[in-house]
């Protein structure tokens, strides 16, 4: 008869103990076995979560002292004695790295291996180009020439061609016109290669389009990317540009994005030029192009009443929900100016243009006078009053006192 195995205790023999210890030690064997096995299975996979974990930690912190130097900077006040300075000159004021340029035979190979993972993810895909142009029209219309910088996969160059108007367009990355544009190219109608290195033609298009695409340039070459698009539109041309003031999401998600892995293998960034709305609209009027408050006008009411895109404003239960702060910032609506026309006073003529009325100036009698009678309304209806002003002599005495003048 077998013995009868138990946990050894008080009056347990010898042998049953010895018994019990060999089948312990055979569990812990098997346990240690498997555990093994286990890893050298998954051990691999392992090494590659904490490699990738590791490389998003370091673009992360790289990201972070790449965009907080960007944000550090503030551009140079314009010289007024000149509206187009030379490319160089202002140059000079953009400030940040500018190792990285475009003119970089080994950096421009760089970022085509970046795009065109980017492009192969992305595909035959004109969900957010195409439907833009409703708002082209109504904003436009009819107009009769389109230029497309930034082209992709061409989908919006032919939509806007198959309209009857003419359409051209340009697209940095070679995979992706060879995928989807190669008839385009061989017609001459889309170009490859970076924006500052287009071939016109100059000053005939109506619209030139360029969304999503500006961030994406080396800072060396945002210049004379600007100028390109500037002398691409007719005098009195429209623009149409969407820019992003933050970071790429690729560059944020390094452990989720091949296309992140692509360029911090070369240390590029997906948004290379990381600025905000006042940076770019500097930038911009130094090429002759300032923004279109009434065509942003058209563009926001169209939205809010036919395309209702949440991004830009909606209406909700018979309320009006105004855009969103963030891609109303970099939606830019844009007008050439045309001869004779001052790149500096256009914000006032166009605002003035809208009303009717001359332009807003107190250098001429005529608009002299009305503030004259506005201000008179004003201060007859205020009278003698000093609660907000003269409390304030208090602080001016504390900060500054005693002064004498």
Known sequence: MAPKIGRPGKGGSLKVHMAYTSCLLLVILVFKFTSNHSQHHTGSKAGDRSAIDSLQRHQEAQAARHYAAHDSHQPRALDENRA????????????????????????????????????????????????????????????????????????????????????MGIEFNSFVVNEYCSDLRDEGIVQVGPLHESKGPWGVFDVVTCTDVLEHVPLANVEESVEVLSKLAKPGGHLFLIISHDSSKHDRMVGHSNVAQEGFLTDIKVHETVRERSW???????????????????????????????????????????????????????????????????????????????????????????????????????????????PMTKYYDHMWGPYKS
């Not at 029209?137 to 108007?165: E, I, Q, T």
């Open 84 to 167: 187009s300075p030379s490319t160089s000159s202002a140059l000079a004021t953009t400030g940040g790295d500018q190792s990285r340029t475009l003119n970089d035979p080994n950096m421009r190979e760089k970022y085509q291996d970046m795009y065109a993972t980017y492009h192969k993810q992305r595909g035959a895909n004109c969900q957010q180009a195409c439907p833009m142009t409703k708002y082209y029209d109504h904003m436009w219309g009819p107009y009769k020439s389109h230029f497309d910088a930034g082209a992709a996969n061409c989908m919006l160059v032919r939509k806007v061609k198959k309209s009857g108007k003419m359409a």
């Open 280 to 390: 770019w609209l500097e930038v911009l009027k130094r090429h002759g192009l300032v923004e279109d408050k009434k065509s942003m006008k058209k563009f926001l009411d169209y939205n809010m009443d036919v395309m209702k895109d949440p991004r830009w404003g909606y209406v909700n239960k018979g309320k009006k929900i105004p855009p969103s702060e963030k891609h109303w910032a970099r939606t830019y609506i844009l007008k050439k100016v045309e001869e004779g026309e001052d790149v500096h006073g256009l914000h006032g003529l166009v605002e003035s243009s809208e009303s009717g009325g001359p332009t807003r100036d107190l250098d001429n009698p005529e608009m002299r006078e009305k503030y004259q009678d506005m201000y008179a309304t004003y201060h007859k209806q205020r009278g003698a009053n000093c609660q907000q002003a003269c």
